[in-house]
């Protein structure tokens, strides 16, 4: 099989990867030999380092370029006779969006399209998109998670656009026969998060002995689900998973994020004195969960790693990578691709 993953070079797209690359490695007898050509624009939190191991995978290419690219698109599809498009690419910070919505909009939106596009124009090639459930909006505190069910209220300009992309989809499903999947899943952690994001952020904030900065009054809740949890999932959906389904994935793991903060300062040794309150953020919904009973009753899928033991298992990776984040944060990871991989 011959998948192309865009957004392959991010967090959950990296970590998707390897862990294809390591389930199904093509001396293994009796299952199917994978192929994977990784198409990513390399944008700010789009790092090649994360994929240095398989980088030499003779079932491993990568391609620098743009999900907007109509021409290379179709060309990769053709040149590698794409079966799958397991679609990651994704601008994702909430503050970004509001800051700057722009870019969410045309990678988010006219991304997907443009690869709903050259799927339907390439002979009708299976496509999975990766979504978020803060596409359904805010939870109050006694409401039942999300499921497959749950009307769309997206809040941010990440999230609508998040929301569009997947009307895109399913529309293509509806009115075309694309074969097509959707998954939304919860907060992802684990190794390779890029560092503006809450966890890795308040974990290596500890780690250079600085406070870390908690929105309002801590009491936001959010579903956790560690990234190779996830991507068990994935792959059950793009086997097994119905066509024109959706399949939400959730972690059963809510924490308030002063939750969160005190189990991170606890597992770190550090005291509530490294908290530091800052002003809540435009847009910044009070609770997510989610059910994932569809998930579980149809593909068997339960996430496995507790969030206790995901945590360390974090907390670890970035003690043993200061190099990988260092870099990241001081800004020197654009200098390091430059002489790298960019004349590659």
């Known amino acids: 099989m011959n998948i192309l993953i865009t957004g392959g070079a991010g967090f959950i797209g990296s970590n998707f990867i390897l862990y294809m690359l390591k389930k199904y490695p093509a001396s293994t007898a009796g299952k199917p030999d994978y192929k994977i050509i990784n198409l990513d624009l390399l944008t700010y939190a789009g790092n090649l380092e994360n994929l240095e191991e398989v980088e030499d995978n003779p079932n491993y290419k990568f391609v620098k370029g743009n999900i907007t690219d109509e021409k290379l698109v179709t060309e990769i599809i053709k040149d590698n006779k794409i079966d799958l498009i397991v679609n990651f690419a994704a601008e994702s910070h909430v503050d970004r969006s509001i800051l700057g919505p722009d870019a969410f909009i045309n990678t988010n939106i006219l991304g997907t399209y443009n690869l709903l596009k050259c799927a339907k124009n390439s002979g009708d090639i299976r496509f999975h998109h990766i979504s978020t459930d803060e596409v359904f909006g805010s939870l109050g505190p006694d409401d039942p998670g999300f499921d497959e069910m749950t009307s769309y209220s997206p809040r941010s300009p990440y999230s609508a656009s998040k929301a569009a992309s997947d009307h895109l989809v399913s529309s293509f499903f509806h009115t075309y026969g694309l074969p097509t999947t959707i998954s939304n899943c919860s907060n992802n952690y684990g190794p390779y998060h890029f560092p503006e994001k809450v966890i ?145």
């Open 200 to 344: 890795p952020l308040f974990i290596t904030n500890l780690l250079e002995n600085k406070k870390i900065p908690l929105y309002g009054d801590g009491m936001n809740v959010r579903d956790w689900l560690y990234v190779e949890d996830h991507c068990r999932a994935i792959d059950l959906i793009i086997h097994r998973g119905k066509i024109g389904e959706t399949y939400c994935i959730g972690g059963n793991c809510e924490k308030t994020n002063k939750e969160l903060t005190y189990a991170i300062l606890e597992l770190m040794g550090k005291g509530e004195e490294m908290i530091e309150f800052v002003k809540d953020r435009a847009g910044h919904d009070r609770r997510y969960a989610i059910d994932f009973s569809k998930i579980k009753n149809e593909l068997g899928w339960k996430p496995e790693v507790s969030f206790e033991d995901g945590l360390k298992m974090t907390i670890e990776w970035y003690k043993n990578n200061e190099s990988w984040w260092k870099k990241i944060k001081s800004g020197e990871y654009q200098k390091y691709y430059k002489e790298n991989y960019e004349k590659r």
